[in-house]
C-alpha cells in the first residue's frame, strides 16, 4: 500500500468534485418515520425539513440522535444547516464566503466537519465549532470529495484525482495509506462491527459494494449495487438501504434474495432519489429527492 504525508485533525461521511451552488439541481431533504412491524419495516411521517428553493443535500444524523445537518442553499451558496429534530427548528452553522458541503457532527461533539469550497477554487475538509467561532482547515494537503469517520483518530476519505483514491487516514501518526482506485462516493462504517463499507467502481459499470476489514487489509463483496445508483445507508448491521427513481429498496445481507423493494415515495408525489442517511436509533430516515 502507497504511504503519503498527512497533516492534522479529523473525519469519516460525504461530496465530488463540487460545482458552485447555482449550478446544482434543486433537491429537497425528507425525514421519515420508520417503524418495525411484525419483522418489516414501515416508512410513515414525511416532511420536508429543507422546505428551500434550490440545492438541499448530504444529510447526517448526530450521533445522539437530537439533530439533523445538511448542506443548504443560502443567496448563491450552500451553508451548514441543523435540524432540531425535537422543536422542528432550524439554524444556520457557517457563514463563509465558501460553499459548505456534507456536515458531520466530529466524534468530540465540539465541532462540524465540511467540505468547504471557496471562491478561490480550493477545496478542502474544515472544522466549525458548534457554538460559534472561526472554521480551520483540518486537512491542507488533500482534496477531499467525500469522506466518513472511522472513529476518533482514523479518517476514510475520496481523495480526488487521476484516478481518484479511498485512502484510510491516520491523525495520530500523521500517514495516509491508499487502499483502493476509483471508489464510489458512498463511505459507510457498519454497524456493530469495526468494518466499512464503500463502492467499487473500478469495473465500469459494476459497482460492487464491499466491506473493508482495518485489521486485516482484506475487501470483502457484499453484493452489486442497485444498478445504476451509487447512494446507501445501513438501515441496520445486516440490511442496505438503497433508491432508485421513486423506490426504495432493501437488500439482507444474510440472505440471498437480492434487492427487495421496500417503499414507493410515488405515492407522496417524490422522486429522484439520491444520498440517504438513518437515524443512530434506526427510527427515522433521511432521503434526498428532486425538488418541486
Same mark, same amino acid.
Given at each position: 500500500?502507497?504511504?503519503?504525508?498527512?497533516?492534522?485533525?479529523?473525519?469519516?461521511?460525504?461530496?465530488?468534485?463540487?460545482?458552485?451552488?447555482?449550478?446544482?439541481?434543486?433537491?429537497?431533504?425528507?425525514?421519515?418515520?420508520?417503524?418495525?412491524?411484525?419483522?418489516?419495516?414501515?416508512?410513515?411521517? %414525511?416532511?420536508?425539513?429543507?422546505?428551500?428553493?434550490?440545492?438541499?443535500?448530504? %444529510?447526517? =444524523?448526530?450521533?445522539?440522535?437530537?439533530?439533523?445537518?445538511?448542506?443548504?442553499? !443560502?443567496?448563491?451558496?450552500?451553508? $451548514?444547516?441543523?435540524?432540531?429534530? *425535537?422543536?422542528?427548528?432550524?439554524?444556520?452553522?457557517?457563514?463563509?464566503?465558501?460553499?459548505?458541503?456534507?456536515?458531520?457532527?466530529?466524534?468530540?461533539?465540539?465541532? $462540524?466537519?465540511?467540505?468547504?469550497?471557496?471562491?478561490?477554487?480550493?477545496? !478542502?475538509?474544515?472544522?466549525? %465549532?458548534?457554538?460559534?467561532?472561526?472554521?480551520?482547515?483540518? +486537512?491542507?494537503?488533500?482534496?477531499?470529495?467525500?469522506?466518513?469517520?472511522?472513529?476518533?483518530?482514523?479518517?476514510? *476519505? =475520496?481523495?480526488?484525482?487521476?484516478?481518484?483514491?479511498?485512502?484510510?487516514?491516520?491523525?495520530?501518526?500523521?500517514? #495516509?495509506?491508499?487502499? =483502493?482506485?476509483? %471508489?464510489?462516493?458512498?463511505?459507510?462504517?457498519?454497524?456493530?462491527?469495526?468494518?466499512?463499507? =464503500? $463502492?467499487?467502481?473500478?469495473?465500469?459499470?459494476?459497482?460492487?459494494?464491499?466491506?473493508?476489514?482495518? #485489521?486485516?487489509?482484506?475487501?470483502?463483496?457484499?453484493?452489486?449495487?442497485?444498478?445504476?445508483?451509487?447512494?446507501?445507508?445501513?438501515?441496520?448491521?445486516?440490511?442496505?438501504?438503497?433508491? &432508485?427513481?421513486? &423506490?426504495?429498496?432493501?437488500?439482507?445481507?444474510?440472505?440471498?434474495?437480492?434487492?427487495?423493494?421496500?417503499?414507493?415515495?410515488?405515492?407522496?408525489?417524490? #422522486?429522484?432519489?439520491?444520498?440517504?442517511?438513518?437515524?443512530?436509533?434506526?427510527?427515522?430516515?433521511?432521503? +434526498?429527492?428532486?425538488?418541486?
Amino acid at each position: 500500500m502507497k504511504k503519503t504525508p498527512f497533516f492534522i485533525a479529523l473525519v469519516f461521511a460525504s461530496v465530488l468534485l463540487i460545482q458552485p451552488s447555482y449550478a446544482q439541481t434543486s433537491t429537497e431533504v425528507y425525514l421519515f418515520d420508520i417503524e418495525l412491524m411484525d419483522g418489516e419495516y414501515t416508512l410513515m411521517n %414525511p416532511r420536508n425539513v429543507s422546505d428551500n428553493d434550490g440545492y438541499d443535500n448530504q %444529510p447526517s =444524523f448526530t450521533a445522539d440522535g437530537k439533530g439533523l445537518l445538511f448542506a443548504s442553499t !443560502r443567496g448563491d451558496q450552500t451553508d $451548514i444547516l441543523w435540524y432540531d429534530l *425535537s422543536t422542528a427548528t432550524k439554524r444556520w452553522l457557517s457563514d463563509t464566503e465558501g460553499g459548505e458541503y456534507s456536515p458531520v457532527l466530529m466524534p468530540s461533539g465540539k465541532h $462540524i466537519s465540511a467540505v468547504r469550497l471557496d471562491p478561490d477554487g480550493l477545496q !478542502r475538509l474544515y472544522r466549525y %465549532p458548534i457554538k460559534g467561532g472561526k472554521p480551520e482547515v483540518i +486537512v491542507p494537503e488533500l482534496k477531499i470529495g467525500y469522506y466518513a469517520w472511522y472513529n476518533a483518530d482514523v479518517l476514510v *476519505s =475520496f481523495i480526488l484525482g487521476d484516478p481518484a483514491t479511498l485512502q484510510k487516514n491516520d491523525i495520530s501518526s500523521g500517514i #495516509s495509506t491508499v487502499l =483502493f482506485e476509483r %471508489p464510489g462516493r458512498s463511505i459507510h462504517k457498519i454497524p456493530n462491527t469495526d468494518h466499512f463499507s =464503500f $463502492i467499487d467502481q473500478s469495473k465500469g459499470d459494476e459497482w460492487l459494494i464491499k466491506a473493508y476489514n482495518p #485489521s486485516t487489509g482484506n475487501a470483502t463483496l457484499i453484493t452489486e449495487t442497485l444498478k445504476g445508483s451509487q447512494d446507501m445507508a445501513w438501515l441496520d448491521s445486516d440490511r442496505i438501504l438503497m433508491g &432508485k427513481d421513486s &423506490k426504495l429498496y432493501i437488500y439482507h445481507t444474510k440472505e440471498s434474495t437480492g434487492w427487495i423493494e421496500f417503499h414507493d415515495l410515488k405515492q407522496w408525489g417524490l #422522486s429522484e432519489i439520491t444520498r440517504l442517511a438513518v437515524h443512530p436509533t434506526g427510527k427515522h430516515l433521511a432521503v +434526498v429527492v428532486s425538488g418541486k
